[in-house]
């Protein structure tokens, strides 16, 4: 059984191989208008090659079949002026070029490498140094076969490949690429002083603590300006000492002691716990070790606090002066 299974294989490998050389002698056929077969084809076990020569509108071009027996296993090369080129090939790396055009006079060789990058031996000497001939010397040639000259289609000698990039890579160059793009508008912006690193956008909507204390001992100052005006210096009033009861004089700067509507004599605190409200929302609550944007996010949230009455004055108080407290 498995000897039937083997030259089943081996007959439907040479059936392919037939069909893909046959599909070639009818291109040229169609093509050229008059054309000729270059030394033998070569049929070897793991490939084969076929080379014609023939003209068309007074130019004379090679027609290069190369066939795999395994897809890929083997490639073919064109070796011009110690130089090595491809052609155009299929997805087994087999070729069908019809019109290679190439200089007269120029001289060639078809060379054969293993998918391993080995030159192979071809065991014939058809296949090298072949002279491009010019429309003259073809002519003079026998056994010139008759085609029907319905044109070509030229193909050229391709450089070599580098190495295939693969998909990934691809990937990764244009996302190397969009970095550095980033980075040099950022570096741009950055020597420029503009967007995020100007001056002025960093102190947009930015609590300034140093700001809201001048701001409140400033009030107080007022207000205690308000009072001077209120009780001048130099005024006289009538106090009664409370160890001896006997009654004395003195201004009444002296002797007041001042009691504003919005002073208190303790604290009023609320039973809400603050540390407890923020860490629920994220925020960390040792505020020692956090930056100044965080900062101003608890005092927006200490502000709405205060707002909805959910704290007291004094708990907000406590809580901002603890926020903006400097490390010891």
Known sequence: MKYILLTLSLIAMSSFRDDFITEFDEKVSDAYEEYRLLGDEYSGVNYAIKVYYGVFNDKVY???????????????RIELNNKLY???????????????????????????????????????????NIKVFSPEEFSNLSDLQQGQGN???????????????????????VAAVIIIACVLVI??????????????????????????????????????????????AEAESLTEDEDSGEATTGTYAENYVPHYSWARDEDVRSDFNIKKHL?????????????????????????????????????????VSELWKKSE
């Open 151 to 173: 044109g070509i289609k030229t193909a050229k000698l391709l450089p070599l490949r580098s190495a295939v990039i693969p998909p990934l890579g691809i990937i990764a160059i």
């Open 279 to 319: 860490q629920e929302l994220g925020f960390i609550t040792d505020y020692r070790i956090i930056d100044s944007e965080e900062k101003n996010k608890i005092m927006l949230e200490l502000m709405r606090l205060k707002e909805q009455k959910t704290i007291t004055q004094d708990d907000y108080l406590y809580e």
């Open 187 to 232: 570096l741009i912006y950055y020597k420029k002083r503009k967007g995020m690193f100007s001056e002025s956008e960093r102190k947009k909507n930015v609590f300034n603590f140093k700001e809201f204390i001048l701001s409140v001992e400033k009030s107080l100052q007022e207000k205690e300006n308000e009072l001077e005006e209120y009780f001048p």
């Open 86 to 128: 491809r052609l155009e090939t299929n997805s087994r790396n087999d070729v069908q070029v019809v019109a290679l055009s190439l200089k007269s006079g120029d001289v060639f060789s078809l060379v054969v490498y293993d998918k391993n990058n080995i030159r192979q031996s071809l065991g014939t000497d058809d296949f090298k």
């Open 62 to 76: 090679y027609a290069i079949c190369f066939y795999n027996e395994t897809p890929k296993d083997y490639q073919l």
